[in-house]
């Protein structure tokens, strides 16, 4: 089976055909980057992660591209907040968005080029529009596009030029001549950050910003344009009316758009102030238990996010992870069946859904299989492991993840020199010992598990 994918531009699902042998080229909306990211940047980072690491594994050479927004009015606004350049405020928060992206292993993209580093390159694709009748200076210092003249918009997002227009209107403080037409350069403001350009100081518009970054990264047309699917219209839109109108080829082949986390069925967003940062859920959370909840539902679908819903994902890797527990480590089984399932699942759009049926059931498998025929059972697990892999997960040793040790609350070596302290008293028969120590323990938090002469342990909820 070939890997197909839906492609929001078609609105089908198509089989997937790289534009250049085995070459794939995929530029991915980034992060704004004026505050921590919450669950919903997470759900994007995830899901391309995902789809990296699948598209590397089935033989394609992959040029990943994901870009960051380190200017636009959020961040003007918080840096003037918080009484800080814009500069100190973006690279702060860079910084801790790279630590969330580890700690939810998400492998680095190829290239993360910045809208300021590109400030040249926006000049230039603006001046080119005004040159082709796409884009005019207002006169102000301001740069619209055209939006009436491009044919075709709205081709992606399935909204027609005559409705939008019903009840647009132009802002006092706008020189459009449409009310449809948007913003390529913006005059700068009294002690806003600026930059010079040919129409006056300024700074870009958000939407220019992407149509340059990915195209001086990838090249006037490649293969797949993603993000969120809250940002089909307008700013997908809009960059496809730029960069065609530009550039006078296809911008992307195909857009793939993953669904949003939602909080009792509202979006989660900054701007409507329900949301979550991943770090605040990653002190409650093991990373590998919020990653399992981003990957357990199909990328196109949204996530509501609830304590419920992480508690499921927990109960999901426990019974991976005690499948996985105190088998040793031998080449995996070819398990055929299994793989074949597992391909199946992924080449059909990337069901991460499908593909994690298929794990549980390679884990009743090995479940059923260790009292029986351990070497099986443990070439089976490391099936597991490898096949897990491709989605991120089931890396960590199964002790290791079953503790429970959120953000290192405790000290492990500690923690297991009590428990050999409390071995030790056992073989001594010292029970009443024994009993201290596994209270001491209970009172750390510490729930001790006995074995077939093995003790583990892990923390309570």
Not at 51 to 61: C, D, N, P
Request: glycine fraction near 8%; proline fraction near 4%.
């Amino acid at each position: 089976m070939a890997l197909s994918i839906y492609n929001t531009l078609s609105k089908t699902k198509e089989v997937f055909t790289p534009l250049e042998g085995n070459k794939v080229r995929m530029y991915v909306c980034g992060m704004t980057v004026y505050d921590f990211c919450h669950l919903g940047h997470g759900r994007s980072m995830v899901a391309f992660d995902v789809i990296t690491r699948w598209l590397r594994h089935s033989g394609y050479e992959l040029t990943y591209v994901r870009n960051i927004t380190d200017i636009d009015d959020k961040i003007i606004n918080r840096a003037n907040d918080n009484g800080e350049a814009f500069e100190a405020l973006t690279e702060r928060m860079i910084a801790a968005m790279h630590e969330d992206e580890a700690r939810l292993n998400i492998l680095k993209p190829n290239m993360e080029p910045r809208a300021t580093e590109h400030i040249a390159g926006m000049h230039s694709m603006i001046q080119t529009l005004i040159d082709k009748g796409y884009a005019y200076a207002a006169g102000n210092g301001d740069v619209y596009y055209r939006v009436g003249k491009f044919v075709g918009y709205g081709k992606l997002s399935r909204r027609r030029i005559e409705d939008l227009r019903i009840g647009a209107r132009i802002a006092p403080d706008e020189a459009k001549q449409d009310p449809l037409d948007f913003v390529l350069w913006k005059a700068a403001k009294p002690g806003e950050p600026s930059w010079p350009s040919p129409w006056g100081d300024g700074r870009p518009g958000w939407h220019i910003e992407c149509s340059v970054m990915s195209t001086c990264c990838l090249g006037d047309t490649f293969d797949i344009h993603g993000g969120g699917n809250d940002l089909e219209f307008p700013h997908h839109e809009n960059e496809i009316a730029q960069s065609e109108a530009a550039t006078g080829k296809p911008y992307a082949k195909a857009w793939l758009h993953c669904g949003m986390i939602t909080i009792n069925g509202e979006k989660m967003s900054k701007s409507s102030g329900n949301f979550f940062t991943i770090r605040e859920v990653l002190e409650k959370y093991h990373p590998e238990v919020v990653r399992y909840l981003l990957i357990g539902s199909h990328y196109r679908s949204p996530i509501n996010y609830s304590e419920d819903n992480l508690r499921e994902a927990k109960a999901a890797l426990e019974r991976f992870y005690n499948a996985l527990k105190g088998l040793p480590a031998v080449a995996p089984a070819a398990a055929d069946d299994f793989v074949a399932r597992f391909t199946v699942a992924m080449d059909d759009d990337f069901n991460t859904a499908g593909a994690c049926s298929v794990l549980f059931e390679l884990a009743r498998e090995v479940n059923r299989l260790r009292d029986t025929d351990l070497p099986a059972a443990a070439a089976l697990a490391a099936r597991l492991k490898s096949l897990a892999a491709l989605l991120g997960v089931l890396q960590l040793e199964p002790d290791e993840f079953l503790r429970g040790d959120v953000g290192g609350r405790v000290d492990v070596q500690a923690i297991e020199a009590l428990i050999e302290a409390r071995l030790l008293a056992r073989s001594n028969k010292d029970w009443a010992g024994s009993d201290q120590i596994r209270d001491q323990l209970a009172a750390l938090g510490v729930v001790l598990e006995d074995s077939k002469g093995v003790t583990s342990w892990r923390l309570a909820e």
